[in-house]
């Protein structure tokens, strides 16, 4: 069971949310969520603020310590009990309890994959191209027919490398790729799957 | 085979070296060629020394042309003699440039140009290796396997850079079925 654990800080930030109106409360929420996929709407904001009368720093603060909630039970993939636990800790009323829910439950996927986007990685392979030309003469040799692969590797960094090889090379790359994608169906792989599980 | 008209000149200008000299000359030309010796040979070398350096540097330089454009070419030791029987070459050096360029021209072909032709980074060597990811500071039980794989590629001049990706198993079926329908291009073809 993993509960998030709110700072006193955020605590006092997230305070007057026990005496909001639900649709007001909602509206917060939503802006949290926003903030959090790269949206940050100001202008919403600070509509919210002059409607419940307090100053807009004050409810910005409290969009702050909502994202961290979201963020940190998308990052664990808090179930639905552990979430509301956390929540409990700042004993919101029922109904925004519900909406902070509902909102975690139907944006959680799409969190994590942006958070997945933001993590440690390599660039990935983006697509392979290759071409087969039959090498006949430059200028140095000629009477040649020699066949020879072009590729183009493109890379999620945006980086295109050409690069050429001939047909022995091709094929022992393939075979060790194919080598290495059976791995993943390996008895070794499952029993680790299953152990770290 | 053309070949242009100072290297043409350059096989009547072997007329004025001495015939003695002419061995240790082919000596030279087939050592350069085969990148066993260099032109500091013609210091060492008594004979050579003293033949006039303008002619020495002519008949060099026409020699060493034939000789590669005969590679270039693909001729055989045969085929040479024949060519330069037409031309105005001494007939017994001409005996003695087939011979050695026959016992040479394979060698001094895989040397100089089968590697100084133009080409891309070429493939040379694949490692791959395949981790399990558990979690990140940013997302935790993330559970899913990935592969890196790392290409070595050699450039012209034998330095080797290495490219590397990572891919998910998706990616890598993707990537294995392209490669194995190239290699399957090329059996269709023979």
Known sequence: MVIIYFNNEQKEDLQFLQELSFEVGSKIVQVSIDFFK????PKLLQNVSTKINLPQLKVERCVYALSYLFTESS????????FLESVDAISPTKEIEECLLESYQKNREEMRRI??????????IDSLQWRLDVQISSRRTSNEAKPVYLLKLK????RTVWFQADYNELESMTNQLEIALKESKSQHYKRIK???K | MELSKSNLNSLSLLK????????ELLSLIFGVLLQQADETEIEKSQSLKQIDSTLLKEVFSGLITIV???IKNNLNAKSLAQFLKDTNAPTEFVGLLSTAYGKTFQKIKEIHLETTGFYLKKLIDI????DYIIKSNKIEQIDKPVYFIDLNLQKKDGQIEKLKFSCDTNQLQDLVTTLKDAVLAKKTLK
Request: aromatic share 6%; hydrophobic share 30%.
């Open chain 2, 16 to 23: 004025k070296i001495p015939k003695s000299v002419h061995q």
């Open chain 2, 68 to 70: 590669i454009q005969a």
């Open chain 1, 115 to 124: 958070l997945s986007e933001m993590s440690l990685k390599l660039p990935s």
């Open chain 1, 155 to 158: 890379t999620s960094d945006n």
């Open chain 1, 194 to 196: 299953k152990y770290i």
């Open chain 1, 38 to 41: 790269g949206n940050y709407n």
């Open chain 1, 75 to 82: 990052k664990l993939s808090l179930s639905k009990s552990d």
């Open chain 2, 127 to 130: 490692n791959w290796r395949m």
